[in-house]
């Protein structure tokens, strides 16, 4: 049997100010994108804010008339990330099969190691300690015999607990949850599943596969085996094995001008992004494919002088690439984006003073933007330049972050 532990630290970016200084220890406070602004949004909420019902993507302005005392902190990310890298390194101390979901979040497989630790509550217990005492924050670490399980398990109790699921805990356990509450389903699948009378996970896995199927396509499958707690997924270790991180999609209109082809290199840029920002890592090869409606294929690749994982950057890079190599008159019905030559995510740049201060901003408003999606769902905001053609609406792509981050082969891309 496998032993699978899903560790998430708690209240993460609030926790490490509270680290860092002890002041704000045992106080409501929030990390906020824009504290001089009113309507800047809450990035995390410390759990004595929460308390006051302080959440995740509220406006200052709202989190301010709930609690009059929060303290307000400005974000900065090279110290949430070299925290983040801290926690893995404790977390490969015990196995090498460790997989980072993001930057607060990873899966440990350490079925190969319970000789030298102890059974997987006795490694998670020892994880909790050593992360409790060597860096100040805490984390609540889920047990169980697969990703899956061992992901919802870590939401059980919070902050600083160990939680465990087994097999035979499914029915008891995971079926009588709301059915939002499974891995992978939003606000608007919980609709769709509610309109057909399925309203808890337990109904989900009760409910005949084939119904599943034919109503959402493979998707219904995938949601019928996680309600049933079936997961064979893998515990991937190594980002270095990823070669790269892209979208590509195929569009439900031929695109015939430069502003068409810009608004869907944003949407896809949105994800590319994210999802490198998920794993921790950047890259310095830009990758572009495009399709004409002749069905000819040209993908051009372009090493740049910088790392970059911001949304703006990928953008940028990629239409001029683009722009190189279209003849400016072929009409295009795929787009597609890679990144690759990853590395891990540096702590300090030498770079020049007005450069900083505009990688900053892009920095913290990719930080606004990712944080509103976590809570809210990937389409919940959009970037502007994605409204002029309505690209926002019509162009959706999927990829493993939207619904089932586990499953080893379902590595991104997407159709409408």
Not at 123 to 137: H, M, N, P
Not at 187 to 211: E, H, S, Y
Not at 218 to 243: C, H, M, P, Q
Not at 365 to 380: F, H, P, S, V
Request: charged share 30%; aromatic share 8%.
């Amino acid at each position: 049997m496998r032993n699978i532990l899903h560790v998430d630290l708690n209240a993460f970016y609030a926790s490490v100010e509270q680290a860092e200084d002890r002041s704000l220890q045992g106080r409501p406070i929030a990390v906020a994108g824009d504290k001089e602004k009113r309507t800047g949004i809450i990035l995390t909420a410390s759990y004595e804010a929460r308390k006051y019902g302080i959440k995740t993507g509220m406006t200052i302005g709202d989190a301010l008339k709930l609690c009059r005392d929060l303290i307000l902190v400005k974000p900065n990310f090279r110290k949430y990330v070299e925290y983040s890298n801290r926690v893995m390194d404790i977390l490969r101390s015990f196995t090498p099969d460790v997989e980072v979901f993001s930057i607060d979040e990873a899966w440990l497989d350490v079925s190969g190691c319970t000789g030298l630790f102890g059974d997987g509550v006795q490694i998670a217990d020892l994880i909790r300690k050593r992360v409790r005492e060597e860096l100040g924050i805490t984390a609540s670490v889920g047990v169980s015999y697969c990703k899956l399980m061992a992901k919802m398990a870590s939401d059980l109790k919070k902050p600083d607990a160990t939680s465990i699921i087994d097999e035979e805990d499914v029915p008891k356990i995971i079926w009588p949850m709301p059915v939002e509450e499974l891995f992978g389903v939003g606000r608007r699948m919980k609709r769709r599943l509610n309109d057909l009378g399925i309203f808890t996970i337990g109904d989900l896995a009760n409910t005949p596969i084939t119904l599943l199927v034919n109503k959402f396509g493979k998707l219904g499958r995938y949601y019928w085996n996680y309600a049933n707690g079936i997961d064979f997924s893998k515990v991937e270790s190594d980002y270095d094995t990823v070669k790269g991180v892209g979208n590509s999609i195929t569009t439900p209109k031929d695109l015939i001008n430069i502003d068409e082809v810009s608004e869907v290199f944003m949407i896809l840029a949105e994800s590319v992004g994210m999802r490198l920002r998920k794993m921790g890592v950047e890259g310095n090869v830009v990758e572009v494919v495009y399709r004409n409606s002749s069905f000819e294929t040209v993908v051009r690749r372009h090493k740049i002088s910088e790392y970059i994982d911001t949304t703006q950057d990928i953008h940028k890079y990629a239409v001029d690439l683009f722009l190189k190599n279209w003849d400016g008159r072929s009409k295009i019905r795929l787009l597609g984006i890679r990144v690759t030559g990853l590395r891990e995510k540096q702590k300090f740049e030498q770079i020049s003073i007005f450069e900083d201060a505009t990688r900053r901003k892009r920095e913290k408003l990719d930080m606004c933007l990712d944080a509103i999606r976590e809570k809210y769902g990937k389409y919940a905001v959009c970037r502007a330049i994605t409204m002029k053609n309505d690209s926002n609406k019509m162009i959706k792509v999927l990829d493993k972050d939207e619904w089932i981050p586990m499953n080893s082969f379902n590595k991104g891309g997407g159709r409408i």
